[in-house]
């Protein structure tokens, strides 16, 4: 029998009630007496010069309240990039100043370069039209393509980066000449040239922002769709505006998804902040699709040449990487960690790998942004790596199982330092790839095939053994590596006088699940009913000061947070119970919610110590101070590293091209698990995006810089029907060995290991079939692409 | 969207009288017009809808084959045409999804004729006649181009008849997004001849595969079609597929269609 409740039950989750009967309140979702509309005026060109806006018109249409121009805000500071990162030879990464409103030139289709704020939507739109009208804009040439960026001196995003090089990085750049020794010495060196798909985010609920001022007060509040409330009112407050934190409130209330793309501060937030203090009243911004299509930050876009250096028998030697990743029009906040320090720290994988050097050259474009994505650098790693690692079997002609195996890190050998720079601190990887290739009986692959073959398809079995670094992260380390942040987390647990609770996070849920599970954390761990645990997060007037959710971070950081806040709480508690108890603090102890004197029947429950410090009527009170609230901050030691194997079945039809996944096995690691439901809910949305990565979607923009795949009509989302009933297992669990809940982290892991394990079916199938000649197709392994490879 | 006014009328004649004023748009499921409409990218003065004209709902058989009211639902066609005519329900019930099915309708959707539309090859597979309130209109002289056919200013479909062959399938290969056809082939087998129509791969439209249609006439099997070529020269090309992808398609779906078909 699995527990009903507490650590390890697979509760269901509490905030679906009104996530599923539509009692969600989103920030749209909010009508705010005196509300005004926004509507941004956005480039149509890629490229431009701004030679004129003539808000005369547009000023005087009904209903208008306020016009904005990048001029207004020329004098405010710009939104900042998260991470600064030095060049091979030294020199910091350019860094050019993203305004809130394009000034001087526009940069991307969709960069706004105007604001109409308006009485109603309608009117807004109409005179936005109008604006748009009477705006000059010279349009450029555009840059688009990579290798034509950096070609090009003359043709430059930002006029001061002559070679639309953001930085050019190495890892570890003093190894270089030996990994590259170590590839000429290899007796085999496989090569594969590839592209990592550029992704838009598509989270079900578009950007949206409310501004509010109150001039009686001073006191502005942001009601935003943010992943991190605390890092987006830092940024708006200190760097952008000038507004001091305390005279800014930043909510986040429900947020439809963000896969990375609503952590970022992005130059809506401002405005609306901006516009509410000139009109004094609310002023609201709803993203449309077509708007999140051309202004989300998206993720991935990575040109990468890998080598891999390994003997005959595939024992690998050394690894080697050259990427080009874009990172648009602007420095979106986390856009310069993800190709590098989320990237290229992975590119030893799970493997003992002597010898790894990587080098990432970050390129200015006429494109929208480029951030953190789901998984972030990792998938990006681990696609090169295993997809390499598959080419090097094909062409020795090696069992993909058994080169994994040889390579492998074995469990005797944590704690281990990566040529790379990290330290895995445990794990068992043997154990997962058993454990798939259980699940996913290899043995009997041939028989399944001969079936598909019977149906006239072409049937084939991929393989990825996956590692990431999670628990976003130890500030003392990210700060060595460029971060201009800190990564800790917070939180207070505070206990009702009627011994009920409510718990602040700093972590936030915008579909992850935490009012449910940092519940179930509380409830084991004071033995209370999670009905009695509130949990309280997204908002800044609330909630400690935490860095929000992304990077698998926020059980294995804030949620240790929780943990240690408990902890005091039970310390005060045994305190105030050795009052009450008349006995020393020292035998105290405290069990399923109960403080007792040890081995004696003398007890108070949890409820009674909580009213106690509340109506310290019988209280030590010149010792300790009344009432039971705690407030943790943690900063986790190290990374935490969950790892995994898994194997994808496809069946591919040649008349069509199309491929269907028709089995999908995960054996992940996540150290201990808090609820299983909730992580296998995780996995599943993990492993279908990374499908979708793999099978269906991209992002196209022609060389004019128009974005091609600017709505469902051509960008092509996975649905129900491309992906497969997954089998999920996490029996395997090597407890993370630095926090002291042993949890690493699950909410990239699908992401990150399924899209190479597709690709690699996909050319096992080919293969299979008589197509030798496939040595690689770039995602999304479209139908189109797979006919054009097998048939071109 | 820009305000517009709206009228319903209730009779075909009522109809084409509202649609004769300047600026009308006749409006049927909307499944084209409306998000067009709110990308602001058409602004009609007046919106006349078609659906509230009785004799323009609803599946009957009736003289020369199946009787379709222009502004039946496809998911009605898909209901109510099942034991008529399987194929073209089959079609029909594999158009969007439910929401599309209960809006979208078969005269918005060959009015409209959009290069990647199911119903237009099914159209032009069976032969059918498209009936307006000005005429009757053969499907061969019927559709004109991308999004282009025969409809004159203020004419409108009111229904369309559909010849039941003997036999008769249709397949279609979503492009990856929309969920359209990429390429949709219809095959309709009638005492007299094989017609196929296929959609989503010309770069004209719809269009019938006439070398297909000789072969199968002599043959109806699969195999008739082993000797084809499709032209890509004649193809549509774009992000989902090239013209020699689609090419492929046509035949590879043409020779499912007729297995399918039985």
Request: proline residues 5%; negative net charge; hydrophobic residues 40%.
């Amino acid at each position: 029998m699995p527990k009903d409740h507490g650590i390890g039950a697979p509760m269901k989750r509490r905030e679906d009630v009104r996530f599923l009967t539509g009692r969600g309140v989103y920030t749209d979702d909010l009508a705010l007496h005196g509300q005004a509309a926004a509507v941004f005026v956005r480039s149509t060109v890629a490229h431009g010069r701004i030679k004129s806006i003539n808000p005369t018109k547009a000023a005087a249409m009904p209903g208008v309240l306020a016009i904005f121009t990048g001029e207004d805000f020329k004098d405010v500071g710009g939104n900042p990039a998260g991470w600064l990162i030095n060049s091979r030879d030294g020199t910091p990464m350019r860094e050019p100043k993203r305004p809130v409103l394009a000034h001087g030139k526009v940069r991307h289709v969709g960069d706004a370069y105007a604001a109409v704020i308006a009485e109603t939507l309608s009117q807004a739109k109409d005179a936005a039209e109008q604006l748009a009208d009477d705006s000059v804009i010279e349009e450029l040439p555009a840059i688009v393509d990579m290798k034509a960026a950096v070609a090009d001196a003359t043709n430059r995003v930002h006029d001061e980066i002559p070679d639309n090089l953001c930085f050019d990085w190495g890892w570890i750049e003093d190894n270089r000449a030996a990994v590259d020794a170590a590839m000429k010495a290899a007796p085999h060196v496989v090569t594969l040239n590839l592209v990592n798909n550029r992704l838009v985010p598509n989270a079900m609920e578009p950007r949206a922002s409310i501004g509010e001022y109150n001039p009686g007060t001073g006191d502005y509040k942001l009601t935003t769709t943010s992943q991190n409330p605390h890092l987006t009112r830092l940024l708006v407050a200190a760097f952008v505006l000038g507004i001091p934190e305390n005279k800014l409130t930043v909510v986040a209330p429900d947020v439809g998804g963000g896969f990375g793309s609503k952590i970022y501060h992005y130059g809506e937030e401002a405005l609306v902040l901006a516009a509410a203090k000139k009109l004094g009243r609310p002023v609201r911004w709803t993203a449309e699709r077509s708007e999140s299509f051309l202004t989300d930050a998206h993720g991935r876009d990575h040109v990468t040449k890998i080598e891999l250096g390994c003997t005959k028998d595939g024992q690998i030697l050394a690894i080697r990487t050259e990427t080009l990743a874009n990172v648009g029009a602007y420095l979106s906040n986390f856009s310069t960690a993800t190709p590098t320090f989320l990237h290229g720290t992975l590119m030893a994988g799970p493997y003992k790998v002597p010898h790894v050097y990587v080098n990432v050259k970050t390129v200015f474009t006429n494109t929208a942004p480029v951030d953190a994505y789901r998984g972030a650098g990792r998938p990006e790693a681990t696609f090169s790596l295993e997809r390499v690692i598959d080419k090097m079997c094909r062409e020795l002609n090696l069992d993909p199982f058994e080169v994994r195996r040889k390579n492998l890190l074995t469990p005797d050998q944590f704690p281990y330092t990566t040529p790379v720079g990290l330290v895995y601190d445990t794990g068992n990887y043997q154990a997962t790839l058993d454990r798939a290739m259980a699940m996913a009986d290899v043995a009997g692959f041939d028989k399944r095939a001969a079936a598909s073959k019977a149906r006239g398809k072409l049937r084939g079995m991929g393989l990825s053994t996956w590692i990431e670094a999670c628990g976003i992260a130890p500030s003392h380390l990210v700060g060595i590596l460029g971060s201009r942040v800190g990564l800790y987390d917070a939180a207070t647990v505070r206990v009702n006088a009627t011994g009920n609770l409510s718990v602040m996070v700093g972590a936030h849920s915008h579909g992850q699940g935490h009012e449910t599970v940092f519940a179930q954390i509380v409830a084991e761990k004071l033995g209370v009913p999670e009905s009695s645990v509130e949990i309280v997060h997204g908002d800044t007037s609330k909630i400690p000061f935490g860095m929000g959710s992304y990077g698998s971070r926020s059980l294995a950081v804030c949620g240790v947070a929780v943990t240690k806040a408990i902890d005091k709480i039970v310390a005060k508690g045994k305190k105030i119970a050795a009052h009450m108890l008349e006995a020393s603090e020292g035998d105290i102890t405290f069990e399923d919610g109960k403080f007792s004197v040890a081995g004696t029947d003398k007890a108070k429950t949890f409820g009674e110590i909580a009213f106690s410090a509340y109506v310290p009527h019988n209280y030590p009170l010149e010792t300790l101070e009344p009432g039971l609230e705690e407030t943790a901050f943690y900063d986790p030691a190290n990374f935490t590293y969950p790892a995994g194997a898994y194997i994808c079945e496809v069946e591919v039809d040649e008349g069509t091209g199309k491929v269907d996944v028709v089995a999908f096995h995960c054996a992940d690691d996540f150290g201990n698990v808090m609820n299983p439901m909730v992580v296998e809910g995780q996995v599943h949305g993990g492993v279908g995006q990374g499908i979708g990565q793999a099978l269906c979607e991209f992002t196209a923009y022609d060389e004019n810089g128009q974005l091609l795949t600017g709505s469902y009509m051509d960008y092509p989302m996975p649905r129900a029907e491309d992906v497969p009933f997954y089998n999920v297992d996490y029996s395997c669990q090597t407890p993370c060995t630095h926090n002291p809940l042993g949890v690493k982290g699950c909410g990239e892991a699908g992401a990150i290991g399924s899209p190479p394990a597709v690709v690699n079916a996909v050319i096992d199938a080919l293969h299979r079939g008589g197509h030798a000649h496939v040595t690689h197709i770039d995602m999304p392994v479209s139908p189109s692409r797979v006919w054009q490879a097998v048939n071109g | 969207m820009h305000n517009f006014d709206f009228a319903k009328p209730s009779t075909i004649a009522d109809a084409a009288k509202a649609l004769a004023a300047d600026g009308a748009q006749a409006l049927s499921g909307g499944q084209t017009l409306i998000p067009t409409m709110k990308q602001r990218l058409a602004a009609p003065a007046t919106l006349v809808s078609l659906t509230g004209i009785a004799e323009m709902q609803g599946v009957c058989v009736g003289d020369g084959g199946l009787h379709i009211g222009a502004a039946t639902p496809h998911a009605v066609v898909a209901k109510e045409a099942a034991k008529h005519y399987p194929a073209l329900a089959d079609l029909a019930g594999g158009i969007g999804d439910p929401a599309v099915r209960s809006r979208g309708t078969i005269g918005g959707s060959i009015a409209n004729n959009d290069p990647a539309a199911c119903y237009p090859s099914a159209v032009l597979a069976s032969g059918a006649t498209v009936v307006t309130n000005k005429r009757k209109i053969a499907a061969d002289d019927y559709f004109q181009g991308l999004f282009s056919t025969a409809l004159e200013e203020g004419e409108f479909v009111t229904s369309v008849v559909f010849p039941i062959p003997q036999k008769a399938a249709y397949v279609k290969f979503n492009q990856p997004a929309s969920r359209f056809a990429l390429t949709g082939v219809f095959v309709a087998k009638f005492a007299n001849g094989v017609r196929v129509g296929v959609t989503g791969a010309g770069n004209d439209g719809v269009f019938r595969w006439a070398e297909a249609e000789r072969a199968l006439s002599a043959d109806f099997s699969a195999s008739a079609l082993s000797g084809l070529k499709v032209d890509p020269a004649g193809m549509n090309a774009d992000l989902h597929g090239s013209a020699a992808y689609r090419a492929n398609l046509v035949k590879v779906l043409t020779g499912r269609a007729v297995m399918a078909a039985g």
